[in-house]
């Protein structure tokens, strides 16, 4: 499975943002999708996840309300729209992918991941 991740920036603090990621290969037929971010001098964190149908999300706390994952089954790909972006939130992004079809917080159970995408938010 290949993942490309794509629309980070720079935006201002309260401005928004989208991320897609769109997934090629043999994804199937059932899956999770999750969004995990990275600053600097901090360990990796879970955003956000989706299954492929797109019934079951899970949100970190941090980003509840402000962040909305989304899901296209039949394209294979998964955005996540920025809302209200904090400082904080600067981070490189990166998009996963798990065929077990439970969504999970936990970065060892996503086996592909995409090359991350800047996302920085000045105040």
């Known amino acids: 499975v290949q993942l490309q991740a794509s629309g980070g920036g720079v935006v201002q603090a309260g401005g928004s943002l989208k991320l897609s990621c769109a997934a090629s290969?043999?994804?199937?037929?059932?899956?999770?999708m999750g969004w995990f971010r990275k600053a600097p001098g901090k360990e990796r964190e879970f955003v956000a996840v989706?299954?492929?149908?797109?019934?079951?999300?899970s949100y970190a706390d941090s980003v509840k309300g402000r962040f909305t994952i989304s899901v296209d089954g039949a394209k294979n790909t998964v955005s996540l729209q920025l809302n209200s972006l904090k400082p904080e939130d600067t981070a490189v992004y990166y998009c996963?992918?798990?065929?077990?079809?439970?969504?999970?917080?936990?970065?060892?159970?996503?086996?592909?991941w995409g090359q991350g995408t800047q996302v920085t938010v000045s105040s």
């Open positions: 989706i299954n492929r149908n797109g019934s079951r999300t």
């Open positions: 996963a992918h798990s065929r077990d079809p439970l969504i999970s917080a936990m970065p060892a159970r996503y086996r592909y």
């Open positions: 290969g043999r994804t199937g037929s059932t899956y999770t």
